[in-house]
Structure formats: structure tokens, C-alpha cells
């Protein structure tokens, strides 16, 4: 009886090749594994943070405050009511004809 020494090797280096293949695949799992967790830990100790300087914070009431102004001085309107009421407001007739020359002017250039 002849024993094919051949083909031993051939079974034996199969085997091989197959263990080879699956500690590269654990190999890569554990890599895969390792560079998964460093992103997660990356990511958790970056954190994106906004601080917002005391200008910015002033500018913000600033808005605020202008937003709820009517744009009216209504000091001075009651100011200019009381005073036609009682006779005592005047008005300077040649700067309200320049005034008004000057805007219908501004009018025409635009």
C-alpha cells in the first residue's frame, strides 16, 4: 500500500492557509474594533462649544430696546402740541421753502 505523501502535504497546507485567513480576519476585526472606538472617543471628548462676548450681549439689548421704541420722540411732539395749543410755536417760513426745495430736489437726483 502506497501512501500518496503528496496530497498529506497538500491537506496540511490547506489547513494551514485556512487558519491563516481567520486569524487575519480577527486581526482585522480587532483593528476595525480599535479605530471605531478611538473615533467614539474622539468625538466625546471634542466637544463644539459658543461663548458670546459681553459686546455682543450689550448689542443684543441694544436691538431689543430699539425694536420696542416707536422711532417717535413723544416728548417733543407734546412739547410742539402744547405750544400751537397755546399760540407760541413759530415757524420760519423761509427754512421750511428751502427744506422743501431741497428734498423735491433730492426727489429729481435719485
Known sequence: MAININNLQNASQVKNDKVDQNVQRQQTAVQQNA?????????????????????????TKLQEKANAASGVDQEKVEKIKQAIAEGKYKINVEQLARRIMQFEGDLFNK
Open 35 to 59: 479605530t471605531q472606538q478611538a473615533t467614539q472617543q474622539g468625538a466625546a471628548q471634542r466637544q463644539d462649544s459658543v461663548s458670546i462676548t459681553p459686546q455682543a450681549k450689550q448689542f
